[in-house]
């Protein structure tokens, strides 16, 4: 029973460090409006607290609900990808995906974005969003397909900071912190010295090495 109760808060850990993160960078990186605030902090909180109640991350083949929280999680991850793009309107497959994707249809979602990518392969927003659809139809895991998805986002806009936080956000989820670790220390060592985003994600860094020391030390995490 104990050992269960440890493995529970192990799941529980990457939910709730992605909750903070995911809200601290919409804040101070992608500048999310004081006015969302509220409403993106609920719908984190909310949603990923719904995935960790009901999915099962350890078991690859468990199955997922037709619709998981569709005004939550996947709305929020629209709203953060959104977020980095400003102003610049999304690609009318990119806008007819992310429909799918507050509504929990994430099969959808992806096989839109494949044709969005298809037509314009060059569409950083579009290739980022198919990474996001992917993680979640796969629930939380990080598939070949994913990374490929978040691999060609950087790849086409290198000096984002987009790019390889949703990657990170997608390792952590899925229980992969030290590999989220090594991605955005590298972010963090190649970026400009002035870039604005560097600082903030360094800060994120420092909590994500302050847990994983917690974790390796034994010590409660409660």
Known sequence: MAAAGGQARMTYLPIILLA???LGFAIVVLRLPRSAWTLFAAALVFGLAGYALQGSPGFGGSPRAAVDDPDQTGGAL?????????????????????????QGQFTTAAGILRSGVD???KDTEAWIALGNALVQHADGRLTPAALYAYAQARKLEPDSPGPGFFLGVAMIRGGDLADARALWADMIAR????????????????????????????????
Not at 83 to 102: E, I, K, Q, W
Not at 192 to 216: F, K, V, Y
Request: glycine fraction near 4%.
């Open 20 to 22: 903070v993160l995911a």
């Open 78 to 102: 629209v709203e953060a990808r959104r977020s980095l793009f400003g102003t610049n309107p999304p690609s009318s497959y990119v806008t007819m995906a992310d429909g799918f994707a507050r």
């Open 119 to 121: 037509a314009d392969p």
């Open 191 to 222: 970026a400009p010295a002035d870039a604005e985003w560097r600082e903030q994600l360094q800060q994120r860094l420092n909590m994500l090495d302050a847990l994983i020391a917690r974790m390796n030390s034994g010590k409660p995490t409660e």
